[in-house]
């Protein structure tokens, strides 16, 4: 599957981005998405996930309830709506689809990568 991020640009910390990722190729509702980051000289890490059907989702604690998962399998999309931004937030942000239907956190389940759409939350 190719997968396509937009929506990343330049936000003043308690402002509000939404990325889009759409994807192409094989079946989008068979595998479950996710979104992940990685700032400046750190380690990519899992931001939030959803499961086939969007019926389950995963955040992590540095993001829950401030950022929300949802995905269109009819127009092939997974968003992530991000609200009250922090500058700690600031990164690229990497959507993924998983290698099976089920939700999961982990980096190593999923095995196609979008190619990266750039966040900077300013203070």
């Known amino acids: 599957v190719q997968l396509q991020a937009s929506g990343g640009g330049l936000v003043q910390a308690g402002g509000s981005l939404r990325l889009s990722c759409a994807a192409s190729?094989?079946?989008?509702?068979?595998?479950?998405m996710g979104w992940f980051r990685q700032a400046p000289g750190k380690e990519r890490e899992f931001v939030a996930a959803?499961?086939?059907?969007?019926?389950?989702?995963k955040y992590a604690d540095s993001v829950k309830g401030r950022f929300t998962i949802s995905r269109d399998n009819a127009k092939k999309t997974v968003d992530l709506q991000m609200n009250s931004l922090k500058p700690e937030d600031t990164a690229v942000y990497y959507c993924a689809a998983s290698r099976s239907s089920y939700l999961t956190t982990n980096a190593m389940d999923f095995g196609s990568w979008g190619q990266g759409t750039q966040v900077t939350v300013s203070s």
């Open positions: 959803i499961s086939w059907g969007g019926g389950s989702t």
């Open positions: 190729g094989r079946t989008f509702s068979d595998y479950a």
